[in-house]
Nanobody
């Protein structure tokens, strides 16, 4: 029904920037709130950012506020995560996810997930 593919991950030095993208296939992309989550080695998956269907509302984890920006383009069917001032603790696999309805911070609320893209920040 909905397929999500992340891209843009890679290796970057601390203090640098990366922009992740998530391409969605499906006829009703604009009906989904979108989220970004991440999972570091040995840790549980955690919320990073989410954006509403129209892009008018978004929320961020405290750990990334002021550094990361989520955005979406409902014409191109993409959601992006711009990451600035990266830290070693940002190293993780980043996942794009989709859900019907309002944006939330809970993993269990999201029905569709991408395969993940690796972000590695060197200290």
């Amino acid at each position: 029904q909905v397929q999500l593919v992340e891209s843009g991950g890679g290796l970057v030095q601390a203090g640098g920037s990366l922009r992740l993208s998530c391409a969605a296939s499906g006829r009703t992309f604009s009906s989904y709130a979108m989220g970004w989550f991440r999972q570091a080695p040995g840790k549980e998956r955690e919320f990073v950012a989410t954006i509403s269907r129209s892009g008018g509302t978004n929320y961020y984890a405290d750990s990334v506020k002021g550094r990361f920006t989520i955005s979406r383009d409902n014409v191109k069917n993409t959601v992006n995560l711009e990451m600035n001032s990266l830290k070693a603790e940002d190293t993780a696999v980043y996942y794009c996810a989709a859900r019907s309805g309002i944006p939330t911070t809970q993993i269990a609320d999201y029905a569709y997930w991408g395969q993940g893209t690796q972000v590695t920040v060197s200290s």
